[in-house]
C-alpha cells in the first residue's frame, strides 16, 4: 500500500489550502484515513481522520471549524481543506491509512501506512 500526499505550498495567514493523499495497491475503501502533521522542533500531532465509508470524520481541537477532511473512494482520495490558516499550521502534514470499519484512530501508532508528507508553510 502506497500514500502519496500533496497540496501543500506558501499561503498567507487567512488563506486556503487542499491536501490531497491518494492511496494505491490495495482497496481503498478497506481504510481509515488520518492526516497527522508535524511542525519543526515539534512532535507530531494528529489532525483529521476518516473512516473507510466518509461516515464518521473526526478533528482535533486545531482544525475543528477550519479544517474539513472527505474522502472520493472512486478516485481512492481523501482530501483535507484547510481554511483561515495562521502560521502555527506550518508544518509537513502525513497522511496515514490502516484497515477498519471503525472510528479514525486518533494515534499515529495505530496506523500501518504513510505517506511521505508535504510541506504547508503560512506567512504572516
Given at each position: 500500500v502506497q500514500l502519496q500526499a500533496s497540496g501543500g505550498g506558501l499561503v498567507q495567514a487567512g488563506g486556503s489550502l487542499r491536501l490531497s493523499c491518494t492511496v494505491s495497491g490495495s482497496t481503498f475503501s478497506d481504510f481509515a484515513v488520518g492526516w497527522?502533521?508535524?511542525a519543526p522542533g515539534k512532535?507530531?500531532?494528529y489532525v483529521a481522520?476518516?473512516?473507510w465509508s466518509g461516515g464518521a470524520t473526526d478533528y482535533a481541537d486545531s482544525g475543528k471549524g477550519r479544517f474539513v477532511i472527505s474522502r472520493d473512494n472512486a478516485k481512492n482520495t481523501v482530501y483535507l481543506q484547510k481554511n483561515r490558516l495562521t502560521p502555527e499550521d506550518t508544518a509537513v502534514y502525513y497522511c496515514a491509512a490502516y484497515r477498519s470499519s471503525g472510528f479514525p484512530h486518533r494515534h499515529g501508532s495505530g496506523y500501518d501506512y504513510w505517506g511521505q508528507g508535504t510541506l504547508v508553510t503560512v506567512s504572516s
Open positions: 497527522f502533521r508535524q512532535e507530531r500531532e481522520g476518516i473512516s
